[in-house]
């Protein structure tokens, strides 16, 4: 006696569609992935590390220059009247200070204030700012001395009226 098998066509199975629209939602995800990581690149990923290193080496001679002329900063930002104050002590009275509010992870979120020296009071610095600042920040003040610039950096909390103390 023989088996009768009994055959059908492929097309008619269940489990072969199963197998081929996994591989197309594979196919069609790995499309929407490319597209996206496209059109939406990621900003703090550097291009260039060589740059990103010359960068770092002149930050290190700038600190340095920081600490030879012995620059200490009180930064104060006022929401209320929308003014940044840099309270500077030391060896260095640059024309004008640029102080950098660096958000770690949100580019767009950066500011840039420049302060000029406050007629009467030595050592003060007042520079508008576009709007209020606050949550953690990388803060950056660049002064100039000579044909040189000295950097302070760290990193804080920014509040409303809350002073900082940045020093070399």
Do not use: C
């Not at 629209?21 to 990621?42: E, K, P, Q």
């Not at 700038?62 to 060896?91: F, H, P, Q």
């Not at 302070?152 to 009226?161: A, H, I, N, Q, S």
């Amino acid at each position: 006696m023989r088996n009768s098998e009994i055959t059908t066509r492929w097309y008619t199975q269940f489990w072969a569609w199963v197998i081929i629209a996994m591989l197309a939602s594979s196919v069609v995800l790995g499309v929407f992935l490319i597209v996206m990581g496209n059109r939406y690149a990621d900003a703090l990923v550097a291009d260039n590390y060589y740059d990103v290193g010359k960068g770092i080496n002149k930050s290190l001679k700038r600190e340095n220059l920081a600490k030879r002329l012995s620059v200490y900063a009180k930064v104060t930002l006022d929401e209320y009247n929308g003014t940044a104050d840099i309270e500077l002590r030391g060896n260095s009275h640059p024309a004008q200070l640029t102080l950098n509010l660096i958000s770690p992870t949100q580019p767009e979120r950066d500011r840039k204030v420049l302060l000029n020296p406050v007629e009467g009071q030595s050592g003060l610095y007042r520079g508008e700012m576009q709007d209020m600042v606050k949550g953690r920040r990388f803060v950056e003040i660049i002064g100039r001395e000579g044909q040189e610039d000295w950097r302070l950096f760290d990193e804080f909390v920014l509040e409303d009226r809350r002073a900082i103390e940045l020093q070399p």
